[in-house]
């Protein structure tokens, strides 16, 4: 194997940046970040993988995501706060594991990881304004459908050129400097932050009902409906939660996709290190209460759930609106509108910290000679616009895909009425494409944790990661064991992300050939 070649020296924190963003707007990069649309949805898809053990499973999932999360955060903070630098997460690979790891990262963000979450943020976005304007639809084509392979078709709908408008829209925004993202952020986190907690409180005052507690918690771990996992490898057991210890450890680490892409994202904050106000100590701090706050917000979110609706209820909420569903048996029609409008903020805000964040990633790599070197610039207003603008066409593009729904025979899964092929949007694949990726950095970097407390004993630290070092090798065991089972059982949603990782590596050898030539 060809050993990486050394990367450059740090070229340090380029003076243009402006350190605008403080302790309050940095928790609100990370909180405004975590949460998109995913509370509201994913619940239902969670609830059907685990059902097997009943309500209390769900719960539990979210827990268990919720721990995971707030372990790697902590463990993050001490590294961000020990190299506060522009980029974040690929300054800690670099300098924790390789330059090759560092880049490795970098290309799967730009691919897939940021530009990805943001396709299917920007596509939630679309499917709840649909509910307000009937027209926005994704069945009104503009373009219709082309297939291009027995799962996938591209198209242009009314829906998808929505959600196409609001990158384009923010990605401008974003470009005209800092403050203008960090107003957007901080007006939009706040209303989305009160919109989870008024769900939390409505749900839990107003919509609790004496048969959904009765049903859920007088014994949460009764099993309701036993769900099947096949795995997409013949030579696997068909398994659920229900048989056996595999299976149950099987269900529950399939649940954990949702849960954890809708926790995703609270490391964006890191990206944006070289514009964070005492960073060695406002990073840290944002990244705890961050989130904390927003896992005690989903648990909450869910117990809500579970006392207004029955378990079944929640397993077949339409198109999985499950936060509409809730609102829906309070307020009628009514809370369908007012849920609606809610999504909408929550992933405006949500995309705007995604987009404003991950274009100073491409910034660093450009600095280290590893990304287009234009890109390593900073506009008049002091922002990375080149980043942006490149990372808003590739999101935009990933807005386009289709999958082609199959009948149960195996054939494409035709309308009734009209006789026309079927199909879905991407959304789930990117949740499977997404949250695999993100995993492997995850592990890598924790592990850059361990190798950085061994190499470099003396480096400053002004804050070392709780738990240490218990702490960071559970969440290394348990996001490994996730990441396995989804390779195993999810393998054709999963390998396209681990292909995109491994197809960085010539790359990178032919990038950095280039760099020692010149």
């Not at 539990?60 to 955060?73: F, R, Y």
């Not at 291009?148 to 242009?156: E, K, N």
């Not at 403050?179 to 409505?202: D, E």
């Not at 065991?477 to 195993?488: D, W």
Request: some cysteine; charged content about 10%; proline content about 6%.
């Amino acid at each position: 194997m060809v050993a990486p070649a050394k990367a450059p020296p740090p070229t340090g924190q380029s003076p243009e940046f402006i350190r605008g963003i403080g302790p309050l707007a940095a928790i609100s990069l990370v909180v405004g970040s975590m949460i998109g649309s995913g509370i509201f949805i994913v619940s239902a898809d969670i609830g059907r993988q685990v059902s097997a053990w009943g309500p209390g499973a769900l719960l539990l999932v979210w827990v268990i995501t919720g721990a995971m999360t707030v372990v790697a955060a902590l463990a993050y903070a001490e590294l961000a706060a020990m190299m506060p630098k522009a980029g974040g997460q690929y300054v800690f690979l670099r300098e924790g594991l390789s330059p090759l790891a560092g880049f490795l990262y970098g290309w799967t963000l730009f691919w897939v990881i940021q530009t990805g979450t943001i396709a299917a943020v920007a596509v939630a976005f679309a499917r709840f304004l649909g509910i307000l304007v009937p027209e926005i639809s994704p069945n009104i084509w503009i373009v219709p459908p082309i297939n291009l392979a027995s799962g996938y078709a591209v198209s242009l709908t009314s829906q998808q050129l929505i959600a196409i408008l609001m990158i384009l829209v923010l990605t401008v925004f974003n470009t005209r400097g800092l403050q203008w993202g960090k107003v957007i952020q901080n007006v939009f986190t706040s209303a989305k932050t009160l919109s989870l907690l008024a769900l939390v409180l409505i749900g839990i005052v107003l919509g609790r009902n004496a048969a959904a507690i009765a049903s859920n918690f007088s014994d949460p771990w009764t099993p309701r409906q036993v769900l099947t996992i096949k795995p997409d490898l013949p030579f696997l057991p068909v398994v659920a939660a229900t048989s056996g210890a595999l299976g149950l450890f099987v269900a529950f680490c399939v649940a954990q996709v949702g849960s954890l892409f809708s926790a995703d994202a609270w490391n964006n904050i890191t990206f944006t290190a070289g514009e964070v106000k005492e960073p060695q100590r406002n990073i840290p701090l944002s990244l705890f209460f961050g989130t904390v706050l927003v896992i005690s917000l989903y648990v909450l979110a869910n117990v809500a759930y579970l006392v207004t609706l029955p378990l079944a209820d929640i397993q077949n909420a339409p198109d999985d609106r499950v936060a509409t569903a809730t609102l829906k048996v309070i307020f009628g029609d009514a809370g369908a509108t007012v849920m609606a409008i809610a999504i909408m903020i929550s992933t405006f805000g949500c995309n705007n910290g995604l987009i404003l964040a991950g274009a100073r990633v491409y910034y660093a790599m450009a600095r280290d000679n590893l990304f287009l070197k234009s890109a390593g610039n900073l506009n008049t207003k002091h922002v990375p616009a080149v980043g942006l603008i490149l990372q808003g066409i590739w999101a935009a593009v990933l807005v386009l895909p289709r999958t082609r729904l199959r009948a149960p025979d195996g054939g494409p899964l035709l309308d009734p009425a009209t006789g026309m092929e079927q199909y879905g949007n991407l959304y789930g694949n990117l949740l499977d494409y997404v949250v695999f990726a993100v995993l492997i950095f995850y592990v890598l970097t924790i592990g850059g944790l361990f190798i950085l407390r061994r190499t470099r004993p003396d480096a400053k630290r002004p804050y070392r990661a709780f738990g240490y070092p218990w702490l960071p090798v559970s969440y290394i065991a348990a996001a490994t064991a996730i990441m396995v089972v989804l390779i195993l059982y999810k393998t054709q949603t999963t390998w396209p992300g681990l292909l995109i990782v491994l197809s960085g590596i010539p790359f990178y050898l032919v990038w950095r050939r280039g760099f020692q030539r010149s």
